[in-house]
């Protein structure tokens, strides 16, 4: 939670918003294909099985002043194999009406403290589609690196796909950070 957006469990009322903001080709414009309602319903239900299992995942994100969804922020973990996994990436994915006011970076970094303080992770990453300038503005915001020889391609994307080449950013845990600070000192 923080001051403007509440993280919190799904409901059936946000399956319709979130059905549309997953049909919005220009919220979708790095992924591969829009969903439609049945995949899009599947996805929240699979959110919603994470969250049951682990007590952490991909929390709906309600704007608290007015009740309103704005789509989802959270942990997840790839599923799919590369050099960088397993790991755990935050992630993000807003209605376009919700895009400009700083609720990514606001709940992504709520999720990060989740993931260092009550799940006890090391490290977070987070990747896109080198053409999401967007996201990789919110990783930057949150403190994020990147380092271009963790680039990837996306496995599960063919080949051909303009979308295939990804960028990889991470983030270490606070302590860790500290940690490597005063080794760097000695």
Known sequence: MT??????????EDRAPFAALNADPVVMEHFPARLTRPESDAFVDRIAQQLEDHGWGLWALEERASGRFLGFTGLSVPGFQ???T???EVGWRLARDAWGFGYASEAARAAVAVAYD???LDEIVSFTATSNVR??????RIGMTHDPADDFDHPALAEASP???HVLYRLSSPSRRSGETARHAD
Not at 3 to 12: I, N
Not at 135 to 140: I, K, L, Q, T
């Open 82 to 84: 590369a050099r960088f």
């Open 135 to 140: 996201s990789m503005r919110v990783m930057e």
């Open 3 to 12: 001051e403007r957006l509440l993280l919190r469990r799904w409901r059936d």
């Open 86 to 88: 397993p790991a755990v």
């Open 163 to 165: 979308l295939r080449r």
């Open 118 to 120: 009550e799940v006890g």
